[in-house]
């Protein structure tokens, strides 16, 4: 069946590295692909999206990057922080309902 | 800032019995939407919402799950006979109508069924 993963489970970087993570999804007709984290004990929150006719789109240190021939999504988060640890979730929107298929979830820790 | 907000945060219950989930999405959003998240695991989609009928479910929400928008501000999540296995965190979710907005979600529930 369609399916959205992720290539690392964990990700461990020093303050103010650049942290990358990927996702790999499978279902082409998908419109959006979304970047989530996830606090402990929290509901998953928006952190970028990106259109399906787009390769690349910027945010606030943040940076979404959509490659559709390898069908390959990642978000790379400039000068990390210890706020941004987290679980990073990647999501694609499809259908007229909008709902969204997420993936596995990658533990992003950030080691002072 | 709006927020979707859920009660109660935690909730346990015995197996075989019902349990309402209490949501309140954004007032201005069209879309619902329950996922649900066991420990450890993924995000699941269960069911989306819109004008007032189911418009899209999954294969977890069977006979045994109903949503409901009983007033122009609540909706809820109901498990009939409560099994081992729904134990996780529900998620409700909203969004305006339109392929470019986001879906807000709001704190969860954590369900525990002993």
């Known amino acids: 069946g369609e399916s959205v993963g992720l290539h690392l489970p964990t990700l461990s970087v020093q303050e103010g590295d650049n942290s990358i993570i990927n996702c790999a999804y499978s279902n082409s007709a998908s419109d959006y692909f979304i970047w989530y984290k996830q606090e402990s004990g929290k509901g998953p929150q928006f952190i970028i999206d990106i259109r399906s006719n787009m390769d690349k789109r910027q945010g606030q240190r943040v940076t979404v990057l959509l490659n559709k021939t390898v069908k390959h999504l990642s978000l790379q988060i400039a000068a990390t922080q210890p706020g941004d640890s987290a679980v990073y979730f990647c999501?694609?929107?499809?259908?007229?309902?909008?709902?969204?298929?997420f993936g596995k979830g990658t533990l992003l820790t950030v080691n002072p | 800032e709006p927020e979707v907000t859920q009660t109660p945060s935690h909730q346990v219950t015995q197996m075989g019995q019902e349990v309402i989930l209490r949501c309140v999405p954004i007032?201005?959003?069209?879309?619902f939407y329950w996922y649900r998240q066991i420990l450890g695991q993924k995000v699941e989609f269960l069911v989306s919402?819109?004008?007032?009928?189911?418009?899209?479910k999954s294969e977890i929400f069977d006979d045994q799950f109903s949503v409901e928008r009983p007033d122009g501000s609540n909706f809820t999540l109901k498990i009939r006979s409560t099994k081992l296995e729904d134990s996780a965190m529900y998620f409700c979710?909203?969004?305006?109508?339109?392929?470019?907005?986001?879906?807000?979600f709001g704190p969860g529930t954590r369900l525990t069924v002993l």
């Open positions: 919402f819109y004008n007032n009928e189911i418009s899209e």
């Open positions: 999501a694609e929107r499809g259908g007229s309902n909008y709902k969204l298929t």
């Open positions: 979710a909203s969004t305006t109508a339109g392929s470019g907005n986001e879906q807000f």
């Open positions: 007032s201005n959003h069209l879309y």
